[in-house]
């Protein structure tokens, strides 16, 4: 069981916006920054957002992070048929001295 | 650019040792705030991660496997090894090393490897 918890699954049109979110705790998402990952079968993870709404280079500016509290969250505007995958949350957790991911959203686009 | 490779066995026994190793280019681990880091995914899992070596020579590991790993780096050869002992079927997964950036209490992976997979099986 993932320390950060994150919906099994989320979907939506060519087109649309969609948000997954992520929840965790003070140690963790309270006290740290969130980054997130794009994960497809076969390939390396991506990292998509980090210091909880920052892309990096070469990410579309459809991705955009966000932290309020204890939880986080992830919007996709403009969804494409080609963000379909696996999306991973990640944070520093102070008590477990390492980072911990969340258990991952599964996104289809229909 | 930065970019890291992973190696190892593709298979290995029951109670055998693994040693993956992470070659990496592009990027020093000595720079300040620069870490490796390895996760692994299990057939039809979440991500996992497992350990972490920093800039400095300061290591961690995941709670639950600590008693496991082994997470060292040669600067010279620019290569980090994790070693896991005691392997069981349940440790088949993809294992990645990673590029980490770790600043306080910002962490992130920014540069992933592509994967090795390791079947444990007699």
């Known amino acids: 069981q993932s320390v950060l918890t994150q919906s099994p699954s989320a979907s939506g049109t060519p087109g649309q916006r969609v948000t997954i979110s992520c929840s965790g705790s003070r140690s963790n998402i309270g006290g740290s920054t969130v980054s997130w990952y794009q994960h497809l079968p076969g390939t390396a993870p991506k990292l998509l957002i980090h210091s909880n709404n920052q892309r990096p280079s070469g990410v579309p500016d459809r991705f955009s992070g966000s932290k309020s509290g204890t939880s986080a969250s992830l919007a996709i505007s403009g969804l494409q048929s080609e963000d379909e995958a696996d999306y991973y949350c990640?944070?520093?957790?102070?008590?477990?001295?390492?980072?911990?991911f969340g258990g991952g959203t599964k996104l289809t686009v229909l | 650019q930065a970019t890291l490779r992973e190696s190892g066995p593709a298979l290995v026994k029951p109670t055998q040792t693994l040693t993956l190793t992470c070659t990496f280019s592009g990027f020093s681990l000595t720079t300040g705030g620069v870490c490796v880091t390895w996760i692994r995914q299990p057939p039809g899992k979440a991500l996992e991660w497992l350990a972490l070596i920093d800039w400095d020579g300061d290591t961690y590991y995941t709670t639950s496997l600590r008693t496991r790993l082994t997470i060292s780096k040669d600067t010279s050869k620019n290569e980090v090894v994790l070693t896991m002992t005691n392997m069981d079927p349940v440790d088949t997964a993809t294992y990645y090393c990673?590029?980490?950036?770790?600043?306080?209490?910002?962490?992130?992976?920014?540069?992933w490897g592509k994967g090795t997979t390791v079947t444990v099986s007699s």
């Open positions: 990673a590029r980490a950036q770790l600043v306080y209490y910002d962490y992130y992976m920014d540069v």
């Open positions: 990640a944070a520093w957790d102070d008590s477990l001295n390492g980072p911990v």
